[in-house]
């Protein structure tokens, strides 16, 4: 009952910017942390960033310094802002919701269908 849809993705030069974002909708769901996960072309997918539902970040080693994680509660939004962007930062990203069905008391991980992120001269 819950969507997530990113956007934000596209094709930039290496040191540039781009910022994803991610909207969540619908209902029965109770949120509690989201993350961005990206796959590059031959790759395992892999955890780029998460943030609890207080706030509290964590990063991979690859993009700390460069990459920063928000949300906003009112909006069920999250956005990664992406600095300093490599070749290697190329990959698909994917948002995910980890959260609680209201009505059935169970966990579930929710995710989106991905944005392309292409960082090339």
């Known amino acids: 009952q819950v969507q997530l849809v990113e956007s934000g993705g596209g094709l930039v030069q290496p040191g540039g910017s781009l910022r994803l974002s991610c909207a969540a909708s619908?209902?029965?769901?109770?949120?509690?942390?989201m993350g961005w996960y990206r796959q590059a072309a031959g790759k395992e997918r892999e955890l780029v960033a998460r943030i609890s539902s207080d706030a509290s970040a964590t990063y991979t080693d690859s993009v700390k310094g460069r990459f920063t994680i928000s949300r906003d509660n009112a909006k069920n939004t999250v956005y990664l802002q992406m600095n300093s962007l490599k070749p290697e930062d190329s990959a698909v990203y994917y948002c995910q919701a980890l959260g609680v069905r209201t009505e059935f008391a169970t966990t579930v991980a929710i995710w989106g269908q991905g944005t392309q992120v292409t960082v090339s001269s």
């Open positions: 619908g209902t029965f769901v109770r949120i509690n942390s």
